[in-house]
């Protein structure tokens, strides 16, 4: 057998066994999904140093990247968003970033989860790790990663098979993550973390949506809920003491050179509400944050038109109701004049 008709027999049988491999995850109702990834948040991170003050970028963590639309949000204010909240993080490392290292002075949205925003400052506990990573891989990030992202994104979109996001959820497909799912006894002794599976689709304009499984299977939605019970029950106190002082010197300055902040309380809402108002009480955290920052600021629970809505798995809304909600929300804005200077607020 000579070498030609070899590269075409290896040719012809890898495209069969990639296309049946695709084929069998599709049966399985997986599809084709852009990874959440450090250079995908990098991409839009580097849109800050060309921003002027109209456009308007949101921080925060999971709730501000669900709830937060920003189709309908850009329809209505005539406004550029830049999305740059990032899940399961502190948003003080990324607005420490904006604030010391760039020089924007428009508008930021902060949405304040109170488990994170007041969690910590050591620069190694996740949620400030977290996030600090992002901004390490903006800052640190080369030619060659920024075009190896770029001619990833194609097959992403293509192929279901070749979805792993950087949470590493456990319904992950790629072949390091299914590896990874092999499990060899308890060998710790540590509780183990139920399983974390995925429920919510991002795009490249880093718009993202709560999945239709998530919104609408009960029993699905439970399995993020016992999520949040494990991790809500493992967290150490929170440390309201070191985040509002970084976070306030970091505002001060934000202000000095007329940027804006605007603090918003976005919905939790069963168990995980509960829990939040025992262990972080508003008047405690949000009411002193709103009192010391001197901004701008936005609880759910102030407006008959939002502190009903009801969160699928507790803590993140479906995207039907993240649009009405990111609606409602520029609608007060708007009617408050919030996207002017807060610096004499």
């Not at 007041?118 to 977290?130: H, L």
């Not at 979109?157 to 949470?167: P, Q, R």
């Not at 299914?178 to 509780?191: D, E, F, H, M, S």
């Not at 974390?196 to 809920?225: E, L």
Request: proline share 5%; glycine share 4%.
């Amino acid at each position: 057998m000579n070498l030609k008709k070899s590269l075409v027999i290896t040719i012809a049988l890898s495209l069969v066994l990639l296309s049946s491999w695709e084929i069998y995850w599709r049966l399985q109702g997986y599809y084709p999904t852009l990874n959440d990834e450090k250079a995908l948040w990098a991409k839009h991170r580097a849109n800050v140093e060309t921003a002027t003050k109209e456009d308007i970028i949101v921080l925060g963590s999971s709730r501000a990247f669900f709830d937060i639309q920003l189709k309908p949000f850009e329809q209505l204010t005539g406004k550029k968003l830049i999305q740059l909240a990032s899940t399961g993080s502190s948003p003080l490392p990324t607005f420490h970033d904006i604030v010391n290292n760039t020089t924007y002075n428009g508008s930021i949205i902060i949405g304040v989860t109170p488990g994170l925003f007041f969690s910590t400052t050591f620069p190694e506990a996740f949620p400030w790790k977290r996030s600090q990573s992002k901004v390490n891989h903006y800052q640190d990030r080369t030619y060659a990663q920024r075009i190896n992202y770029e001619l990833s994104v194609p097959l992403q979109k293509s192929f279901a098979f070749v979805s792993a996001d950087e949470e590493e959820w456990d319904d992950d497909i790629d072949l390091k993550s299914l590896l990874r799912q092999v499990k060899i006894g308890n060998r710790t002794g540590a509780p183990i973390a139920p399983p974390f599976y995925y429920f919510g689709d991002v795009d490249t304009n880093r718009n993202m949506a709560m999945t239709s499984r998530t919104a609408t299977d009960t029993a699905f939605a439970n399995t993020i809920i016992k999520v949040w019970e494990f991790f809500g029950n493992g967290v150490p106190p929170p440390d309201k003491a070191s985040t509002m002082a970084f976070f306030l010197k970091d505002l001060n300055t934000f202000k000095a050179r007329n940027g804006n902040v605007i603090l918003v309380r976005l919905p939790s809402s069963g168990a995980t509400r509960v829990g939040e108002h025992e262990v972080l009480p508003r008047t405690e955290f949000w009411d002193d944050l709103v009192k010391q920052a001197r901004v701008k600021s936005y609880h759910f629970e102030d407006y008959d038109t939002l502190k009903d809505l009801k969160c699928p798995e507790e803590s993140h809304l479906s995207y039907e109701d993240a649009i009405y909600f990111t609606k409602t929300l520029v609608s007060i804005l708007t009617k408050d004049d919030a996207f002017t200077n807060s610096k004499t607020n």
